[in-house]
């Protein structure tokens, strides 16, 4: 059975209540003992909150809010599809997302970094403790910090296209290990500061879930080579086999680390889309959870648009999101420090508890 935190103890707490009653007239005193709180802190709605980058603002699902998709420069591209909007946890009543593409984890932090004319992500979460009480803070950074993720992939594009040169990941495995080692302590700030936050708003740890969900490997061996082109996914097959099974599996480990030192819990999200990534099915895309090579050519006629029109490229898609989102549910509702996001036999993600992804 699942156990669900202290958004399903309203009965428990009317019987405590009942119970204290009954003491109080009878005139015995109640046993001395620690007393649990009734959740957040303050009024408003129970609220769950996404921070972080491209992976949970909703890049890659389209239909963003206009605000959040270049006006005055702001290209966080935030989608009403994300994983947060997903998600279906009793007893909450609010679900925002201040995630942003693109953000590095110092944009996070509480601090002056900003990112496509937002500032701090940790900042916008103060303001809304104001308003809401937030019952979880779920935040998957890092990528575009030291391991320059996006970079990654635009390198290895490239590589495609040279065919004297080698492999991208000839050159990218040399110091990969050490562009992960340098990325955690920022990824620990970032989350630290998250605590911070909640903590001067009166908040203990326990009134909330603070979850860091790694990256699933946008794309992966054994596509057709049809599509391994202009037309899907332009990367070489060395190339595709070293993201799935050496890049992935390094940068989840030290997000694994990050999460630890703050004592937040962890969603793997590392093998969620084997089967499902990018041009992994073939003619039939919409088996996928990632967007393939996507071009907005309209937008290349245009100065402010055009440098954004790869932006959604192999990013997770509204199917990806939905799945996620489900995935998310699930870890949500039980009390295990770390879970990984792994398909089920009905074809689904689900949240295995028993399993982390190595």
């Not at 103060?126 to 950074?141: G, K, P, W």
């Not at 969603?267 to 090579?293: I, K, N």
Request: a negative charge; glycine letters at 10%.
């Amino acid at each position: 059975m699942r156990r669900y935190r202290w958004w399903f103890s309203g009965a428990a707490l009317a019987a405590v209540v009942a119970l204290v009653a009954v003491f109080v007239l009878t005139g015995k005193d109640p046993q001395t003992g620690p007393v649990e709180r009734p959740g957040p802190p303050g009024n408003g709605p129970l609220t769950i909150v996404t921070l972080g980058d491209s992976t949970l603002s909703g890049e890659g699902a389209g239909d963003y809010t206009p605000e959040t998709n270049g006006t005055n420069g702001n290209w966080c591209h935030r989608s009403p599809k994300a994983t947060v909007h997903i998600t279906d946890v009793p007893g909450i009543e609010a679900k925002i997302n201040l995630a942003c593409s693109g953000a590095p984890s110092a944009q996070v932090a509480l601090g002056e970094t900003e990112q496509w004319t937002e500032p701090s992500q940790a900042q916008q979460l103060a303001e809304l403790t104001r308003t809401n009480r937030v019952s979880a803070v779920v935040v998957a950074l890092g990528a575009n910090d030291d391991p320059h993720f996006s970079r990654l992939i635009s390198e290895c594009f490239q590589a495609w296209f040279d065919t004297k040169g080698g492999p991208c990941s000839d050159t990218i495995s040399t110091d990969w290990q050490a562009r992960v080692d340098a990325m955690v302590p920022k990824v620990s700030a970032a989350l630290g500061d998250v605590r911070k936050v909640l903590e001067t708003a009166g908040y203990s740890s326990d009134d909330y879930q603070l979850v860091v969900q790694s990256y699933s490997a946008p794309i992966g061996p054994g596509i057709p080579e049809s599509l391994r082109g202009l037309d899907g996914c332009p990367f070489r097959a060395e190339d595709l086999q070293w993201v799935a099974g050496q890049g992935m599996p390094v940068l989840t480990t030290g997000l694994r680390r990050a999460a630890a030192e703050v004592d937040a819990r962890f969603l793997d999200l590392s093998r969620a889309a084997t089967g499902h990534e990018a041009c992994s099915g073939g003619a039939d895309p919409s088996t996928e959870w990632f967007s393939r090579l996507t071009v907005h050519w309209q937008d290349l006629g245009y100065v402010d648009r055009a440098e954004h029109a790869l932006q959604e490229s192999f990013h997770p898609n509204a199917n990806g999101h939905a799945q996620f989102g489900r995935c998310l549910t699930e870890f949500l509702g039980t009390t295990d420090p770390a879970a990984a996001c792994l398909i089920g036999k009905d074809g689904v993600l689900h949240a295995a508890t028993t399993v982390t992804a190595q």
